[in-house]
């Protein structure tokens, strides 16, 4: 989103980022903020305190909310100022290729831990979900306490993993099923459902260093990856 007289510097990240993603490019007016809320994320080539008190009256929660970006005028800084677990980080890192710095403020990124993968059928309850991370940490003899981060698909955005998350602390990452689909991981019985594998492929995309220390395994219908 830029004002009309940005829009042919917009233009730049707009060719940049549909290389990659589906992208619109939005003018400022009036009232444009209401229409911005189904969006996954918002680039703002703007200063960041329009965007806030622009923002700030349609905000709902962070597990629905746009992730957004605030572009700098020289083009030299991407700053994620909401939803940096939810898309904005990475979406500002792919801005790095035009030579944009991406200027992350998250905690995940700056702390060691583990990555914990998560698949479910969307009517299990939280407790069962907490009740097999516990399970699945205690069986390489980790805590709650050395999780970093917890991921699943993008499908499970309305189901008990957000509760597990909110009690547990821990940053939540929703994965595309498009992204799982391009990894060069092991296909499971999630193909059924279109995704090659859906634990396994999520800590390992949330990890640090990309190694898997837990294989997928299943605890009364709930299955663990765990990743570093």
Known sequence: MCFEKDKEVAKKLVEHLEKKYDTDLIKYRK?????????????????????????????????????????????????????????GNEVAKYLEK?????????????????????????????GKILDAINRALEEIGARLDDVRVI??????????????????????????RE?????????TKATIIGIKNVAEACAIYASQYGELILPKKVYGGVTIAIAR
């Open 31 to 87: 009232g444009v903020w209401s229409d911005l809320t189904d969006y996954d994320c918002i680039v703002a080539y703007m200063p960041s305190g329009i965007v806030v008190r622009g923002m700030c009256p349609h905000l709902r929660s962070k597990w629905k909310d746009p992730a957004v970006i605030v572009v700098d005028k020289p083009l030299k800084h991407a700053i994620p100022i909401l939803g940096g677990h939810h898309g």
């Open 98 to 126: 035009m030579g944009i710095k991406a200027v992350i403020t998250t905690t995940m990124e700056f702390s060691e831990g583990l990555s914990v993968g998560v698949g479910f059928r969307r009517d299990v309850e939280s």
């Open 151 to 176: 991921a699943t698909v993008e499908d499970k955005k309305e189901s008990a993993i957000v509760d597990v998350a909110d009690k547990l602390k821990k940053p939540l990452i929703f994965v595309k």
């Open 179 to 187: 992204v799982i689909n391009k990894m060069e991981i092991r296909e």
